[in-house]
């Protein structure tokens, strides 16, 4: 029998195919453009995987594919832009899945942020608003400043502006304009701490925290993220906390079962939702989970795309795994990548460094302000997350991305 993927996150194809086959199951990959995957590929046999080339931003034609796939099973999601599609295929053919409605409200940032404040889980508000310097008025009324600007279904950081005066609200409102959004344009209040995220599994309803991921943000006037480590190590009773109130966010959001990216700022008065995915964390999360851990965590992605209790709800985890840190290579500028220096280097730091590529030498690179313009990534593992991070990023100042001409 046959589960199928709805597009992927870049990195984790070979954990999804082991996985599958631990349940028994063939994976089919159904893609737009399989070159995102080309480092997964390049590292698995021909035929270890069904793809299936179509275009997944067409239900149609993602309708069709499915209904030739053999004894299809169950249907897997791990992406944000294709959630909702999958959601809504999962149950037109009769395959376990999320509540289509749950997967829509968590896929609007700003339905969100409104219904954890009306419940007392968000001390910020949030309002949706036109892009343009007239919008200027709301935000400041409503919201207040500092604020942060969004796109109610932006991903990959993209279209998110922080902003502390009148002057900087307006010529983001301006900027917003110009841009094309996946969703609307919201604002909400800016958090003061540091930002981390819940790594959580959940089935009917109960809740698990694998573990917290620390993450770093550039300086502005770019907002992306620059590097993470996992797990955190906090105290017992500041985990079981941190578990506890993801719970309630997750719970009055409608996420039920299956993974989820729990972004939060842990500010002086304690955590605050900056955004849930349905999925597990992007960029070398999953991976960092499954060393961690000691365990393919995507075995519990396929359990509960079948219907079934994932086993890593009831696992044992002594946290006697080693901790891994990376940190995310940006270009300095647009152009078109020729390749990197310093790749040669690696090895001689510590901590078994290894370089994962997300992009490829001759690719374009147009946008360098977030996660479009990442080139690759640096991981190194240590005996905590914080010496595992100094390791990575220490290793990731070695290497230059070279990039030729420009916009």
Same mark, same amino acid.
Request: aromatic share 6%.
């Given at each position: ?52 080339d179509v ?14 796939v ?59 608003v ?42 983001a ?33 109960a ?39 993801a ?15 729990v ?24 991976e ?19 219907? &079934?209790r *994932? +086993?890593?709800?009831? /696992? @044992? ?7 891994? %840190?990376? =940190? $995310?290579?940006? #270009? ?9 220096l ?10 078994s460094?290894?370089w994962?590529?997300? &992009?490829? *030498? +001759?690719?374009?690179? /147009? @946008? ?7 080139? %690759?990534? =640096? $991981?190194?593992? #240590? ?23 420009g916009?």
């Amino acid at each position: 029998m046959t589960l199928a993927a709805l597009e992927a996150l870049s990195f984790g194809l070979g954990r999804m195919v082991s996985a599958a086959e631990e349940t028994g199951h063939r994976l089919c990959l159904l893609t737009g453009d399989r070159s995102v995957y080309g480092h997964e590929l390049a590292g698995l046999p021909d035929d270890a995987l069904t793809v299936v080339d179509v275009d997944t931003h067409d239900p149609a034609a993602v309708r069709r594919a499915l209904a030739t796939v053999p004894a299809l099973a169950g249907l897997i999601n791990t992406t944000d832009t294709w959630s909702v599609p999958a959601a809504d295929l999962a149950a037109e053919f009769g395959l376990p899945g999320p509540d289509p409605a749950a997967v829509r409200l968590l896929r609007d940032k700003h339905r969100v942020r409104a219904l954890l404040h009306r419940r007392g889980l968000s001390r910020s508000g949030a309002v949706r608003v036109g892009a343009g310097v007239g919008a200027a008025g709301d935000i400041l009324r409503e919201v207040g400043l500092p604020a942060v600007l969004k796109d109610s279904a932006g991903t990959s950081s993209r279209n998110v502006w922080i902003v502390h005066d009148e002057e900087a609200l307006r010529d983001a409102l301006a900027e917003a304009g110009r841009q094309t959004l996946m969703g609307s344009l919201f604002a909400e209040g800016f958090l003061s701490g540091p930002l981390y995220s819940a790594e959580t599994l959940s089935w009917d309803g109960a809740i698990r925290l694998l573990g917290v991921l620390s993450r770093q943000t550039s300086r502005q006037p770019a907002v992306r993220e620059e590097a993470a480590a996992f797990p955190v190590a906090l105290p017992d009773t500041e985990r079981r906390g941190i578990e506890e109130w993801a719970g309630r966010v997750l719970s009055a959001a409608g996420h039920r079962s299956g993974f989820a990216h729990v972004e939060f700022i842990l500010t002086a008065r304690g955590p605050e939702l900056v955004e849930i995915n349905r999925r597990i964390g992007g960029a070398l999360v999953g991976e960092v989970l499954c060393r961690s851990l000691g365990t393919n965590v995507y075995t519990a992605m396929m359990e509960e795309a079948l219907g &079934r209790r *994932p +086993g890593l709800m009831d /696992a @044992h985890i002594d946290g006697a795994g080693p901790a891994f %840190g990376f =940190v $995310l290579v940006h #270009a300095d500028h647009p152009g078109v990548l020729k390749g990197w220096l310093g790749l040669d280097e690696l090895a001689s730091f510590p901590g078994s460094v290894r370089w994962y590529p997300t &992009r490829e *030498p +001759g690719d374009a690179l /147009a @946008h360098v302000g977030d996660q479009r313009g990442c080139t %690759g990534i =640096v $991981l190194a593992e #240590a005996s905590t997350a914080e010496l595992a991070q100094h390791r990575a990023w220490s290793a990731a100042t070695r290497v230059r991305p070279v990039v030729t001409g420009g916009p």
